[in-house]
T-cell receptor, first 114, second 114 residues
C-alpha cells in the first residue's frame, strides 16, 4: 500500500514558466514532508521541507504548499530553468509518532524545455 | 558532491550469492541510512544506524543485514540473492539522525543479480 503517491510520472514545462509537482499521502500520522531532487547517476539531494504546522514554505524559487485536509502537497518552481530538469521525490514522516523513517513517493520526472 | 561515498558503483553477481555494499558518511555525521530503489519504485527505507547502534528498521528482508563500525562507516550485506534484489542501493548520512536533520545521499551502488 503506497502511503505517498506522485501520480504524474513526468511533467514538461517551458523555461521561465511555473512547474507544479504534486504529491498525495494517505497516512494521517504524517506531519513532516520533504522534497528531494535527483539527477541521473547521482543520489537524491534535499530541496525543501515543511512541517504540518505550516501550510507554506519558501526557499528562493521553490515553494512547498501543504493542504492537510486534502492530504496533498505541491512543489512550485518559479521560474523553471533547464537545470531543474531532474526527478523529484516527495517524502513524508510521522515525527509525532516517533518515526525516524522517511516514506518516499515514486518520483516525477521534470523536463524544462529551453 | 554530497561527501557520502559508496563502493562499489556497480556490482554484478549471480542468484544465491552474497555481496557487501560499503558506505562512508560525511565527515562528522553520526547516522547512516540505507535505501533500496527498485525499477519504477520510490526509495524504500531499509535501516538506520546512529553512532554504531541500530535506530530504526524499515522494509529490510531477513536475508539482508547491516552494521555501522566504530569509524562510522557502514556495510550492507545481502545474502541468498534473488533476481528481485536487483536495484540501486543508496546510503545517506546525517549529523544527528533525527528526521528534521538533512540526509545527504551517496551516488548509490547498482546491483544486478543474474
Amino acid at each position: 500500500d503506497q502511503q505517498v503517491k506522485q501520480n504524474s510520472p513526468s511533467l514538461s514545462v517551458q523555461e521561465g514558466r511555473i512547474s507544479i509537482l504534486n504529491c498525495d499521502y494517505t497516512n494521517s500520522m504524517f506531519d513532516y514532508f520533504l522534497w528531494y531532487k535527483k539527477y541521473p547517476a547521482e543520489g537524491p539531494t534535499f530541496l525543501i521541507s515543511i512541517s504540518s504546522i505550516k501550510d507554506k514554505n519558501e526557499d528562493g524559487r521553490f515553494t512547498v504548499f501543504l493542504n492537510k485536509s486534502a492530504k496533498h502537497l505541491s512543489l512550485h518552481i518559479v521560474p523553471s530553468q533547464p537545470g531543474d530538469s531532474a526527478v523529484y521525490f516527495c517524502a513524508a514522516s510521522a515525527i509525532g509518532a516517533g518515526s525516524y523513517q522517511l516514506t518516499f513517493g515514486k518520483g516525477t520526472k521534470l523536463s524544462v524545455i529551453p | 558532491d554530497s561527501g557520502v561515498t559508496q563502493t562499489p558503483k556497480h556490482l554484478i553477481t549471480a542468484t544465491g550469492q552474497r555481496v557487501t555494499l560499503r558506505c562512508s558518511p560525511r565527515s562528522g555525521d553520526l547516522s547512516v541510512y540505507w535505501y533500496q530503489q527498485s525499477l519504477d519504485q520510490g526509495l524504500q527505507f531499509l535501516i538506520q544506524y546512529y553512532n554504531g547502534e541500530e535506530r530504526a528498521k524499515g522494509n529490510i528482508l531477513e536475508r539482508f543485514s547491516a552494521q555501522q563500525f566504530p569509524d562510522l562507516h557502514s556495510e550492507l550485506n545481502l545474502s541468498s540473492l534473488e533476481l528481485g534484489d536487483s536495484a540501486l542501493y543508496f546510503c545517506a548520512s546525517s549529523a544527528t539522525g533525527t528526521i528534521t536533520d538533512t540526509q545527504y545521499f551517496g551516488p548509490g551502488t547498482r546491483l544486478t543479480v543474474l
